[in-house]
C-alpha cells in the first residue's frame, strides 16, 4: 500500500532505533586508529543461483584479501523474497543486512521508508560522474543518492539459429512477424515458436511500450495501464497464445522458459543479459553461435524493451557504515564491473568500463548496450516496485483465458488508483 508522511516517519523512526541497538552483535567494526577497516559486513546478493552468484560471491571474497579485518557474510536471497524480506528486517530493526543487492525499482521505495542510507559524499560513491545517467536515474529519492549502480539490462528475443534455419525463416522484427515466423517453425519444424513466460508481468512491458503505452505517468499524476494502448497489448499477448504459436504459464515461468529453450523445445524467448550464462548451459547451445540475440519485435507504435538492472544499497541501521560504504565501491568498481561483463555477459554501469579490453570486444554486451540507451525507464516513485503485483495477476487471468483485454487492464487500472492515492 501507499504509504504517507506518517508511516513514512514511523520508518524513520524505527530506523534510527536499529541504528543505536544494530542489526548483528557481529556488524560491529569500523575504522581503527590507523584508518584500517575491520567488523562484518551482512551482504543480501539477489543474483541467479548456480550462475551469476559464483562470480559475486568470489568478488565479494576478494574484498576480503584487500580488507583482511573485514569479514564479509555473503548469503544469496532469491530474488523473489528480497524486496519483502529486506522490508520485513529493517522495520522489524533486526536481521537487516548491512548491503542489499536491490532491484531498481526497489531503491526509491526503500528511501521513502527511510531504510537506506544517504551516500552522498561517502565513498561508496567514488567516481560518480563516471556512471551512465540512466543509471544513476534509478538511485535517486527526493534529492539525495541512496544506491550505487550495479549492473543495467533491457530484454531482447533470444532465438535458436538452427531451428529457424530448418524453419527457412528469418528473425522477426514486429509482432505481427513474429506471428508468422512462429506459425512457421510449428509447421516446418513441430517446435513451438515462443514462449511467452506469463508468470512475470515485467515480461509484458515490452508489447505494452510497443503499442505507445505505460503503466503510469509520473509527471501528470495519471494511470496509463488501461487507456486504448494497454487494452491493444493485452489483445497482442493473449492472440499469440490462442492462435498457438506461442507457449505460456502461470508458475515457475522462468524455469520453464529456459529449459524449453535451452532443451529446443521452443525456438525463441524474449530474455535479458542475466539469462545468458544458463542458456549456454542447455544443450542446444554448447555449440554459443547457435545463440542468435535481436531487439524485441516492434509493436505497432514501435519497439520499445523496459530498463532493469541492479543497485548495491547501504541499510541506514548497519552498525558498520565504514565498511559497508567501502564493500559497495569495490563491488561497483571499473575493475569488479569490467569482471562481471567479461564472466557473465551483465551491462556495466560505468562509461569508461565499455571501451575496457575483454568488455569493447563483449558480443553480448555490445548487442544489449545500444538497447540499453533506447530502453524505456519506469517510474522512480516509491510505488513502482508495487505495480507489477496487481498487473501480474491480471496479466495471467488473461493469458489463461480467465478475464478479456478489457477486463485485465481496467482491474489493473483500478488497483492502481488504490494503491496511488489522488492519481487520476
Not at 541512496?146 to 528469418?170: C, H, T, W
Request: charged share 25%.
Amino acid at each position: 500500500m501507499r504509504r504517507g508522511i506518517t508511516a513514512t516517519a514511523l520508518a524513520a523512526t524505527l530506523v534510527l532505533a536499529a541504528t543505536a541497538c544494530g542489526t548483528d552483535e557481529e556488524s560491529g567494526g569500523g575504522k581503527s586508529s590507523g584508518g584500517e577497516l575491520s567488523g562484518t559486513v551482512t551482504w543480501w546478493d539477489t543474483s541467479t543461483v548456480g550462475s551469476e552468484d559464483k562470480v559475486f560471491k568470489k568478488l565479494a571474497e576478494d574484498f576480503e584479501k584487500v580488507h583482511p579485518k573485514v569479514d564479509v557474510k555473503y548469503v544469496n536471497v532469491p530474488f523473489g523474497d528480497a524486496q519483502n524480506k529486506f522490508k520485513n528486517a529493517a522495520q522489524s530493526g533486526s536481521g537487516a543486512p548491512d548491503v542489499i543487492r536491490s532491484e531498481v525499482a526497489w531503491t526509491p521505495e526503500f528511501a521513502d521508508l527511510g531504510y537506506l542510507a544517504p551516500l552522498d559524499g561517502t565513498p561508496a560513491l567514488k567516481d560518480e560522474k563516471d556512471f551512465l545517467g540512466q543509471a544513476a536515474a534509478s538511485t535517486e529519492y527526493d534529492g539525495k543518492t541512496y544506491a550505487v549502480p550495479q549492473v543495467i539490462d533491457s530484454m531482447g528475443i533470444f532465438y535458436n539459429k538452427r531451428i529457424l534455419k530448418d524453419a527457412g525463416v528469418e528473425v522477426p522484427a514486429t509482432v505481427d512477424e513474429l506471428k508468422s515466423v512462429s506459425k512457421t517453425v510449428k509447421e516446418k519444424t513441430g517446435k513451438t515458436g515462443l514462449y511467452l513466460r506469463g508468470d512475470d508481468a515485467y515480461w509484458f512491458l515490452s508489447f505494452l511500450y510497443g503499442e505507445g503505452g505505460n503503466l503510469v505517468d509520473a509527471e501528470s499524476k495519471t494511470v496509463t495501464v488501461d487507456n486504448a494502448a494497454g487494452v491493444k497489448a493485452m489483445t497482442v499477448v493473449k492472440d499469440l497464445v490462442d492462435s498457438g504459436v506461442a507457449k505460456t504459464d502461470a508458475t515457475d515461468g522462468f524455469e520453464n522458459m529456459q529449459t524449453a529453450f535451452k532443451e529446443g523445445e521452443v525456438a525463441m524467448m524474449i530474455n535479458g543479459p542475466w539469462a545468458i550464462a544458463d542458456t549456454y548451459g542447455g544443450p542446444q547451445f554448447k555449440d554459443r553461435a547457435n545463440l542468435g540475440i535481436a531487439p524485441v519485435p516492434a509493436g505497432s507504435a514501435g519497439q520499445g524493451a523496459p530498463q532493469g538492472g541492479h543497485n548495491l544499497a547501504v541499510y541506514a541501521g548497519s552498525k558498520n557504515l565504514d565498511a559497508s560504504y567501502a564493500f559497495t565501491e569495490y563491488m561497483t568498481s571499473a575493475a569488479s564491473q569490467a569482471r562481471v561483463a567479461e564472466e557473465l555477459n551483465l551491462l556495466p554501469t560505468r562509461t569508461s568500463v565499455y571501451s575496457r579490453p575483454g568488455v569493447a570486444d563483449n558480443e553480448i554486451v555490445s548487442f544489449f548496450k545500444p538497447v540499453v540507451d533506447k530502453a524505456v525507464e519506469r517510474p522512480w516513485i516509491p510505488e513502482t516496485g508495487s505495480l507489477f503485483a496487481p498487473l501480474v495477476t491480471e496479466y495471467t487471468k488473461v493469458l489463461t483465458g480467465q478475464a478479456t483485454p478489457e477486463q485485465g487492464v481496467t482491474a489493473t487500472g483500478d488497483a492502481y488508483r488504490k494503491l496511488l492515492k489522488g492519481w487520476k
